[in-house]
């Protein structure tokens, strides 16, 4: 059924001269964009309300006999368009010029001469305009006050990131208006008034923003800066180049400003259909972890009990010696993390079959179910925008959405900002399965389905959705047993979509390309004889592996017990898996072990041969964003220390006489093309019986459901590097119903099965009785799951143990 869509009423618009048709409503200064006419602006920003608050747009609408004129000039950033209206901008009309002049004079009465030393020098747009729409002399610096101009003490620290000049604050409100409509976090704000009202931080509102550095890029002069930046760098000295965050899986654009081989600096890109013109501080502000210390500058064999440095045609033979006679004593199996691009995660799918014949391949090192596997290949693969996947643009049409085991601004930034955008202009109901109201459902106005750890099956199975409700899945929420069925239930029952949300950038990507031991790439089933030779007909095989493999727990098994000689890990950190000790052990216990990073780990000091992989700035490649939108970026840098994991991976696969037959991104996506998705049936995700709910009232001492997922700032190894950046992450706090909190006192002691924990205590309101929530590889708490594994029980106690 197609539908007609609505016919936009428009008027006629005459603007210097050129008269032009525009959309009813639509602003002056839009509608002279239109015509190619740029009007100058300060306070102005297409994706924040109107204000009209610096004056510098100001035009002349003369009354052209029809009403719909003004006697002074107008801001053209608030005046909406009329049918018959005559503009004249500052091109065309001494009035609007003359304006436009004495406001900039204006501007310029108390900001000071300082640009060689501004970090906006080069870029401002104050300094730009003051050129092109401003006098050539200043009355003020010749008048008898001697040309003193106001100072303050600077600069103020807004945040360990964010730092404030006053004196060059022009009070736009950029920043304020971006603060309390974009993410709801009223961090800064308004004080005084008069002449002396300035930029500050706002009372009662503690700075906890996830998104301040938004601030900086939008401030249209140079009084906010970001601490790790100032004075780095001079902004004709870069080179920009666009990339994409590899830090989640929202695909946010990004541009990285970079000089010398250096990046010094990474700002939000535009990208309508993503993150608009909005990032993450995490994907702003964490990138030094590539110049860390201690990056792998080369490959490196182990030898009489230790590592030392080797060529990479001697790491490539002593890798395909070891892996051949690993795979003769008992197999290899392949741990490929989250962190890979889509051609590297083809290439570890592709290796994985031909060269190690095997289907012990598992991109999900986190925690996860065998259904999740089963899951993702029924709802999952092979979708995307045009193909029936869930985007950015549905959640701002959808009758509602739905999150279950899913934080956004904790999880998904991105996704964040636009749900709350489609709550603000749209009024989209938002709900959460949750075991409290987090911090960022107030700010979308959302409403709790209280729901402990382990009862999300039941909550799901009894949610009331329509055909146009939209169901985000967080990648947590496989470990809850039969809650994935019970969303695909759900979808077919009432017809409302789903999404599957993980956390990482590599995840969807090595979904779609068969970083599974249930999938081939492009969704076909490994139980599928078709698939099956579907795929080895493209790859020049007589045959492929045919029993499904084993998950990465039952890989982590294989190795302690001795069924695996040896594993590939490409970036895994014990730390993120469901227990690190038992990684570790069985790292230590396997016959041969290669690791791909780019960092030394845990995994590096216990490999046989280590390869320095390149990081994002050294490739080029993709992501695969959680819509299944494919997210293309260029290398920037050229490091000869370090190689794509898919040149690598052809290296040891070429020692193996099992050729890829390739070498480079180009050639894998040709490949991939080629391939492309699998048109038969998918498997379907196994049932299983729901959870009942945990409501019963618990007392200090009592055993509780342990709920927890990772703050944005956290112990991540991406992160390292920022001291300014780290210093923003939220404290680690038990978060437990307000009677247990009076009992326990101002700190608790946690204790599971694997260890104790003694953090602060914060009552939550709406917190699930039964229930405590810790954040996972949080700064100041380490591992959670050195503690007990989430969704487990644990015991608290007030104070120290």
């Known amino acids: 059924m197609t539908t007609t869509p609505e016919k936009v009423e428009t008027v006629t618009v005459t603007i210097d001269g050129i008269q032009v048709e525009v959309a009813k409503d639509t602003l ?9 006419v740029q009007i100058p602006r300060f306070c102005d920003h297409p994706l924040l309300a109107p204000v009209g608050a610096c004056r510098q747009c100001l035009v002349d609408v003369p009354d052209a006999g029809n009403g719909r004129g003004f006697p002074k000039p107008q801001a053209s950033c608030t005046l909406p368009v009329a049918d018959g209206m005559v503009v004249s ?53 010749s008048s008898g006050t001697g040309g003193v101009k106001r100072t303050f003490p600077k600069p103020i620290n807004l945040s360990p990131q964010v730092l404030l000049d006053r004196e060059r604050c022009i009070v736009c409100q950029r920043c304020t208006r971006f603060a309390e409509e974009i993410p709801g976090d009223p961090f800064i704000a308004l004080i005084e008034r008069g002449a002396q009202q300035q930029i500050g931080i706002a009372e009662n509102a503690p700075f906890l923003s996830y998104f301040s550095g938004n601030v900086i890029q939008i401030c249209p002069v140079g009084a906010l800066t970001s601490e790790s930046y100032r004075f780095r760098s001079r902004p004709f000295d870069l080179v920009s180049s666009p ?5 989640d899986a929202c695909g946010a654009a990004i541009r990285v400003d970079h000089r010398r081989g250096k990046v010094m600096r990474r700002l939000a890109g535009d990208d309508p259909d993503v993150n608009e013109e909005w990032i993450t501080d995490k994907d702003r502000f964490a990138f030094a972890y590539a110049t860390e210390a201690d990056r792998i500058g080369y490959p490196m064999v182990r030898e009489d009990g230790e590592l030392r440095p080797a060529s990479w045609t001697e790491a490539f033979a002593v890798a395909a010696r070891g892996l051949a006679t690993a795979r003769a004593a008992g197999g290899v199996g392949v741990l490929t993390g989250g962190r890979l691009t889509g051609e590297d995660a083809y290439a570890y799918s592709k290796f994985a079959r031909v060269a190690l014949d095997t289907n012990d391949i598992d991109f999900r090192a986190r925690p996860h179910s065998a259904e999740e596997a089963d899951f993702l290949a029924a709802h999952v693969v092979a979708t995307g925008p045009g193909g029936g996947g869930v985007t950015y643009r549905d959640l701002e049409t959808a009758t509602g959405v739905v999150l279950v085991g899913l934080e956004p601004e904790d999880e998904a930034g991105t ?48 949610l009331d959705v329509d055909a146009g409700t939209i169901v985000l899945l967080g990648e947590r929420l496989a470990t809850v047993p039969g809650a994935l069925t019970a969303a695909a239930d759900l979808a077919a029952r009432t017809g409302a979509r789903l999404a599957w949300v993980p956390r990482r950038a590599g995840d969807r990507g090595a979904v779609e390309t068969g970083c599974l031991p249930n999938l081939l790439p492009g969704g076909r089933p490994v139980v599928d004889a078709a698939a099956r030779v579907d795929v080895a007909t493209a790859w020049g095989l007589d045959r492929l592996p045919e029993t499904p493999g084993r998950d990465a727990d039952a890989i982590v098994a ?58 994002i700035t050294d490739r080029a490649g993709s992501f695969v964003n959680w819509e299944g939108r494919v997210r293309p970026f260029d290398q920037i840098f050229a490091n000869p220390a370090s190689l794509p994991e898919l040149r690598i991976l052809a290296g040891i696969a070429e020692e193996l006489d099992a050729p890829l037959g390739f070498r480079t991104v180009d050639q894998v996506w040709s490949e991939m093309e080629q391939l492309g998705a699998w048109d038969g049936a998918r498997a379907t995700a196994a049932s299983a019986a729901p959870a009942e709910p945990a409501t019963a009232a618990v007392q200090a001492g009592d055993s509780l459901a342990l709920a927890s997922w990772k703050q944005l700032v956290d112990n991540g190894v991406m992160q390292a590097g ?16 307000p009677a247990l909190a009076a009992a326990l006192g101002d700190t608790a002691t946690v204790t599971g099965d694997r260890g104790s924990v003694t953090v602060p205590v914060e009552a939550v309101d709406d917190m699930v009785e039964g229930v405590v929530w810790l954040p996972a590889n949080s700064t100041g708490l380490g591992l959670l799951t050195d503690l007990a594994s989430p969704g487990s029980r644990v015991t608290i106690t007030g104070g120290a143990v």
């Open 28 to 36: 002056v200064i839009r509608a002279a964009e239109q015509v190619g």
């Open 89 to 141: 901008t500052q091109l065309t009309s001494e009035v609007a010029d003359k304006a436009q002049q004495g406001v900039m004079e204006f501007l310029l009465i108390n900001h000071p001469l300082d640009c060689p030393v501004c970090d906006k020098g080069g870029e401002c747009p104050l300094q730009n305009q003051a050129m092109s729409n401003g006098q050539g002399e200043s009355r003020f610096a």
């Open 243 to 247: 990339a994409v965050a590899e830090h």
């Open 415 to 462: 996704i964040f900002l636009r749900l709350r955008k489609a709550v603000l202009h749209a009024g989209l109901p938002v709900r959460s399965v949750a075991p409290f109201t987090t911090r960022g459902l107030r700010k979308l106005d959302g409403t709790l389905i209280a729901t402990a750890p382990g009862a999300e099956t039941a909550a799901i199975a009894a």
């Open 558 to 615: 294989a190795l302690t017990a001795g069924d695996l000689g040896g594993v590939v890990v490409a970036g895994v950190d014990p730390a993120d898996t469901a227990d690190p000790a038992a990684t570790r052990a069985a790292l230590e216990a396997a016959t041969f072990v290669v690791a791909l990073d780019l960092r030394a780990s845990d995994v590096t000091r216990l490999a046989d041969v280590v390869f320095p992989v390149a990081p």
């Open 722 to 737: 920022d001291k300014h950046y780290l210093a923003t992450a939220r404290p680690a706090v038990a978060k437990v119903a």
